[in-house]
């Protein structure tokens, strides 16, 4: 089955074909950074107008791409929830309008479902059962994973998610959007033995996780210590190193309490490359397998909508002729 996946649950439109036996054929993904980037934020209206704008010129470049035609498509994936629901709208009237058209099925995707089997699209993909973390800027997650659609998350923040904190942290500390990304790249100058952070709820049982009060100590950390370069860079190393620290403890933990020796990572906080060597040797040393998409599948993208798509259209499960969206979808409610 020849499947065309389409991503617009915030402020990157992502196009993709994916076909079974194959993988994937072609993809784009267009992020909206730059128009964000002077509200210091994503601007939910901008953000649809701009998917409306993209949208089909990628899908036209996606299909030449793969040297194929609307003909040749044998069902349609968008992204259902949750995420901004103008953006939403704007994939899913896309999605259902392209399988009436061309006459086959179409179905609405869960955003975080995609993300969660995003490895599945590398060559080496992880076998089922296994834990993931499940972290970008809007959610923390560990979820026990037995199978597709077999999901219970064990695990979520409390406040703010880890992609939030360093965003909100980043603008603590004077730095652009998105301040994730420009918060690591600040932090690899740092000195990690001049500021010590709390790792928040590491040092009592469960799996959940709190960043806001991470958040209020970087300002007060700030607001108590002179605003130049080197400074700066120190704390954001410190607060980058609590984050890392704290998420893989919290996987240290998951994968004991479960059983499971694999572990994958998904979601945007996923490309830090701290976080990936912190992982990596956490595993190494308890001897569990870990699992990355490819670094630009970590960021929300038209593959991973695609093949999980895929994946529920062979299954016989596909969405009438309504259209639908939730702008909060639980993942264990799937």
């Known amino acids: 089955m020849r499947v065309l996946g389409i991503e617009t649950s915030c402020d990157e439109t992502g196009i993709a074909i994916y076909e079974s036996g194959r993988g994937l054929l072609a993809h784009t993904i267009y992020s909206q950074t730059d128009i964000h980037a002077q509200w210091g934020g994503v601007v939910p209206e901008l953000a649809s107008r701009d998917h409306v704008r993209k949208a089909i010129p990628l899908m036209t470049e996606v299909l030449a791409e793969a040297n194929l035609s609307g003909k040749d498509i044998d069902g349609v994936a968008y992204t259902k929830g949750p995420g901004l629901v103008g953006a939403l709208l704007t ?3 896309l999605g259902r309008t392209l399988g009436l058209v061309w006459g086959v099925p179409a179905i609405g995707v869960h955003h975080l479902e995609g993300h969660l089997l995003a490895p599945f699209l590398e060559p080496d993909p992880p076998t089922f059962p296994f834990v993931a973390l499940l972290v970008s800027g809007g959610h923390t997650e ?15 923040t409390l406040d703010d998610a880890a992609g939030e904190a360093f965003d909100k942290t980043a603008k603590l500390l004077g730095l652009g959007y998105p301040g994730g990304a420009a918060l690591a790249k600040l ?7 001049r500021f010590h952070f709390p790792r928040p709820m590491v040092d009592r049982p469960g799996l959940d996780f709190s960043f806001s009060g991470l958040k209020t100590f970087a300002l007060h950390t700030i607001e108590a210590n002179e605003k130049d ?3 700066r860079a120190d704390i954001a190393r410190a607060f980058e190193m609590a984050v890392v620290e704290t998420l893989v403890i919290k996987c240290r933990r998951a994968l004991k309490e479960t059983g499971f020796s694999s572990l994958v990572i998904a979601g945007g906080v996923g490309a830090n490359a701290a976080l990936r060597h912190g992982l990596h040797e956490m595993c190494k040393k308890h001897e569990a397998s870990l699992y990355f998409p490819r670094m630009e599948f970590c960021t929300d993208n038209g593959a991973m909508i695609a093949y999980v798509g895929c994946q529920r259209l062979m299954a016989g499960v596909s969405d009438d002729l309504s259209v639908e969206v939730y702008p909060r979808w639980a993942l264990d409610k799937l």
């Open 91 to 93: 994939g899913a009237m």
């Open 142 to 156: 560990l979820v026990k994973v037995e199978g597709i659609g077999r999901y219970e998350i064990i695990g979520d």
């Open 229 to 231: 370069d080197k400074t």
């Open 187 to 193: 932090a690899e100058r740092g000195n990690p033995e």
